[in-house]
């Protein structure tokens, strides 16, 4: 995700005084043109780029590199370390892309201006974020299926549920959208925007047993009330088991994600903080 200012559309028809979008085919066009103008500057953004897609990729090399071809075992819970790192590793992949970038790039887009003026147009301020949404989900598939297709390089079973694989990643993507909108409305300036995304993100993403399973129950029972450790689950479920949603692990994404919207709605703030 980028800074960039949004590209000046003219948004009136001098004719009628009607919103274009209406002219040009209602809420949808506005909505498809959001998300192009999104994706169109996640693209022309290198940085952005191998951050979100090259870690993810190196870090299943080295885990193959690693546990490439070994037996299953009650470390990993009856699975092969392959089949365990690649599922978790796309889950914090996803948990990168939608909860981390989205908070960072919200933060400054505020304190650079962007969303007071953005929000000065005609933009229904549901379809932003809709069009944020939609982006952050179109780059969490591209992701899992790069550490899917690289952890297949080294034995790892493709997923065998993917209904399953397809429902969770759009909770999580949801739940982690709202609670990176939550983030970025509580955090005061853009430079404390990633101390405060990693001051969350580090330690949920190590008691939920990213890197490496956590085998003590009083630690897996609290990890299991947050949002990541459940997202975890579930993705190591559809990835390796294939036995259906999951609806516990499924109920918590969304509550969580319930609660950051309530956050986001409630304390989200269009115009730059005073300092």
């Given at each position: 995700?980028?800074?960039?200012?949004?590209?000046?559309?003219?948004?009136?028809?001098a004719?009628?005084?009607?919103?274009?979008?209406?002219?040009?085919?209602?809420?949808?066009?506005?909505?498809?043109?959001?998300?192009?103008?999104?994706?169109?500057?996640?693209?022309?953004?290198?940085?952005?780029?191998?951050?979100t897609?090259?870690?993810?990729?190196?870090?299943i090399?080295?885990?193959?590199?690693?546990?490439?071809?070994?037996?299953?075992?009650?470390?990993?819970?009856?699975?092969t370390?392959?089949?365990?790192?690649?599922?978790?590793?796309?889950?914090?992949?996803?948990?990168?892309?939608?909860y981390?970038q989205?908070?960072?790039?919200?933060?400054?887009?505020?304190?650079?201006?962007?969303?007071?003026?953005?929000?000065?147009?005609?933009?229904?301020?549901?379809?932003?974020?809709?069009?944020?949404l939609?982006?952050?989900?179109?780059v969490?598939?591209?992701?899992?299926?790069?550490?899917?297709?690289?952890?297949?390089?080294?034995?790892?079973p493709?997923p065998?549920?993917?209904?399953?694989?397809?429902?969770?990643?759009?909770?999580?993507?949801?739940?982690?959208?709202?609670?990176?909108?939550?983030?970025?409305?509580?955090v005061s300036?853009?430079?404390?925007?990633?101390?405060?995304?990693?001051?969350?993100?580090?330690?949920?993403?190590?008691?939920?047993?990213s890197?490496?399973?956590?085998?003590?129950?009083?630690?897996?029972?609290l990890?299991?009330?947050?949002?990541?450790?459940?997202?975890?689950?579930?993705?190591?479920?559809?990835?390796?088991?294939?036995?259906?949603?999951?609806?516990?692990?499924h109920?918590?994404?969304?509550?969580?994600?319930?609660?950051?919207t309530l956050?986001a709605?409630?304390?989200?703030?269009?115009?730059?903080?005073?300092?």
């Amino acid at each position: 995700m980028t800074t960039l200012n949004p590209v000046a559309v003219d948004v009136t028809d001098a004719t009628t005084d009607r919103p274009s979008r209406r002219r040009r085919g209602g809420d949808l066009a506005v909505l498809l043109h959001q998300i192009r103008y999104e994706q169109l500057s996640f693209w022309r953004n290198p940085q952005a780029m191998i951050f979100t897609f090259v870690f993810p990729i190196a870090f299943i090399a080295i885990i193959g590199a690693v546990f490439g071809g070994g037996e299953a075992s009650d470390f990993f819970y009856g699975r092969t370390g392959m089949q365990y790192y690649t599922a978790t590793i796309a889950a914090v992949s996803v948990l990168g892309a939608c909860y981390g970038q989205l908070a960072i790039a919200l933060a400054a887009r505020r304190q650079t201006g962007v969303l007071k003026r953005l929000h000065a147009t005609p933009l229904p301020a549901w379809i932003y974020f809709a069009g944020l949404l939609a982006h952050c989900l179109m780059v969490s598939v591209i992701d899992v299926v790069l550490v899917v297709s690289v952890g297949a390089l080294y034995d790892a079973p493709v997923p065998a549920d993917w209904a399953s694989v397809g429902v969770t990643l759009l909770l999580g993507s949801v739940c982690y959208c709202a609670l990176g909108a939550a983030v970025a409305s509580l955090v005061s300036n853009s430079e404390a925007a990633p101390a405060v995304v990693q001051f969350v993100q580090f330690p949920l993403v190590f008691i939920s047993g990213s890197y490496f399973p956590i085998h003590s129950d009083t630690l897996n029972t609290l990890a299991g009330l947050l949002p990541v450790k459940p997202f975890n689950d579930a993705l190591l479920s559809a990835f390796t088991t294939g036995d259906g949603l999951h609806w516990k692990q499924h109920g918590v994404l969304l509550a969580w994600g319930v609660l950051g919207t309530l956050i986001a709605v409630r304390r989200f703030r269009w115009d730059p903080r005073p300092e």
